[in-house]
T-cell receptor
């Protein structure tokens, strides 16, 4: 059974870079036809797709965040990462990592990131 | 504002059939598969329907999805109290080259 677990700072200062990691167990980030995805959800609001990385390494990003987002994979640690630069309070949200094949079938539990000084 | 439009709330009584709509455009629902997710408070979403009308293993057949043109619907028959949750629709958008979600619908079982 595939399991995903997000980790990273829960508090980030405005203008700094948010960095999160998603550790994958029960499967390999470098095999299969999967997209490894980041999604966020501000409190009381809907889901927002941030972007994804394919097992080949190709990426797709939300156009509204593209200039600030980088998603990468570390095959040696079987994990993938999110970096979001120049954060503001509007980036405060629960951040989820997920695996996509036909739909986002596996999700991490989510991690709350608050942007505040 | 979400690219896909869902009603913010829906409700029904136990045993009833309820439907939740998801409206989009030719660049998303009109030309790509629709997915539905169920989310309970404080937990991650769970895939409920994929490729418009397919249920993952373990999802009861009380849940069904359909798509017509630029709109999609999730139907829940034989409503149960444990169905009370938020429901989100999603699709790929060719114009944005990204996945888009609806704003979510909070289902209340009266």
């Amino acid at each position: 059974q595939v399991q995903l677990q997000e980790s990273g700072p829960g508090l980030v200062k405005p203008s700094q870079t948010l960095s999160l990691t998603c550790a994958v167990s029960g499967g390999s980030v470098s095999s299969g036809s999967y997209y490894w995805t980041w999604i966020r959800q501000p409190a009381g609001k809907g889901l927002e797709w941030i972007g994804r990385i394919y097992t080949s390494g190709s990426t797709d990003y939300n156009p509204s965040l593209k200039s600030r987002v980088t998603i990468s994979v570390d095959t040696s640690k079987n994990q993938f990462s999110l970096k979001l630069s120049s954060v503001t309070a509007a980036d405060t949200a629960v951040y989820y990592c997920a695996r996509e094949n036909w739909g986002l079938g596996y999700w991490g539990q989510g991690t709350l990131v608050t942007v505040s000084s | 504002q979400s690219v896909l439009t869902q009603p913010p709330s829906a409700s029904g009584t136990p045993g009833q059939r309820v439907t939740i709509s998801c409206s989009g455009s030719s660049s998303n629902i009109g030309s790509n598969n629709v997915y539905w997710y169920q989310q309970f408070p404080g937990t991650a979403p769970k895939l409920l329907i994929y490729r418009n009308n397919q249920r993952p293993s373990g999802v009861p057949d009380r849940f069904s999805g359909s798509k017509s043109g630029t709109s999609a619907s999730l139907a829940i028959s034989g409503l149960r109290s444990e169905d009370e949750a938020d429901y989100h629709c999603a699709a790929w958008d060719d114009s944005l080259s990204g996945r888009v979600f609806g704003g979510g619908t909070k289902l209340t079982v009266l």
